[in-house]
């Protein structure tokens, strides 16, 4: 299957901006997502980008998209306490059998000190 | 309450019994999804649904079974459970082929 690699632990001071990296495989791949998982709660979807899109803001979320490296970043702005959470990079597939499908990346675990 | 909601929340039991998984949505999604997830494996899917009567087998599907014989429902149950089952089920369900993905709470299974 696809394979969507990202690093597992990312730790900074509140208010400073945290970035997130994600690789994918799927160059085909037309949306690709962040979700957050907050500790025993299921993941809800925090942004996503359109693979025909280079950069998408969202108040204190920017998310990169290098298609020719297949890289995607999320930056955080003020990162505050309540950011801290496990943050998943997904692609979806387009491919005929596994349209729609989604490839979840390992997720980060992000920490944020006061 | 509208949404996806997962039951049993938390479920101990032994190696060889039979363990059901429920999942039930109120958006009427056709769309319904099993994943599991493990430390160093990230989610993994196990099966999805297209629509009622309709299922197809994800990423790692052995040990499971699954039917969908109304679109609210998507149980999942494991048929004797072994310890490499063990593990934190996620279910969700999204209204189409592409899109947002909505998540239950998850079902924290040990199995002994």
């Known amino acids: 299957g696809e394979d969507v690699e990202q690093s597992l632990f990312l730790s900074v001071r509140e208010g400073d901006s945290s970035v997130i990296n994600c690789t994918y495989t799927d160059s085909s791949s037309t949306y690709l997502y962040w979700y957050k998982q907050e500790p025993g709660a299921g993941l809800q979807l925090l942004t996503y980008?359109?693979?025909?899109?280079d950069m998408k803001q969202d108040q204190r979320l920017t998310v990169l998209l290098n298609k020719k490296d297949k890289h995607l970043s999320l930056r955080i702005a003020d990162t505050q306490t309540g950011d801290s959470a496990i943050y998943f990079c997904a692609e979806s597939s387009v491919r005929g059998s596994t349209l729609g499908r989604l490839y979840f990346g390992r997720g980060t675990q992000l920490t944020v000190w006061p | 309450d509208a949404g996806i909601t997962q039951s049993p929340r938390y479920k101990i039991t032994e190696t060889g019994r039979q363990v059901t998984l429920m999942c039930h949505q109120t958006w009427s999604h056709s769309y319904m999804f099993w994943y599991r997830q493990d430390l160093g494996h990230g989610l993994r899917l196990i099966y999805y649904s297209a629509a009622a009567d309709i299922t197809d087998k994800g990423e790692v599907p052995d040990g499971y079974v699954v039917s969908r014989s109304k679109t609210e429902n998507f149980p999942l149950t494991l048929e004797s459970a072994t310890r490499s089952q063990t593990s934190v089920y996620f279910c969700?369900?999204?209204?189409?082929?592409?899109?947002?993905?909505?998540f239950g709470e998850g079902s924290r299974l040990t199995v002994l």
């Open positions: 980008i359109f693979s025909n899109m």
């Open positions: 969700a369900s999204r209204p189409g082929r592409t899109g947002e993905l909505f």
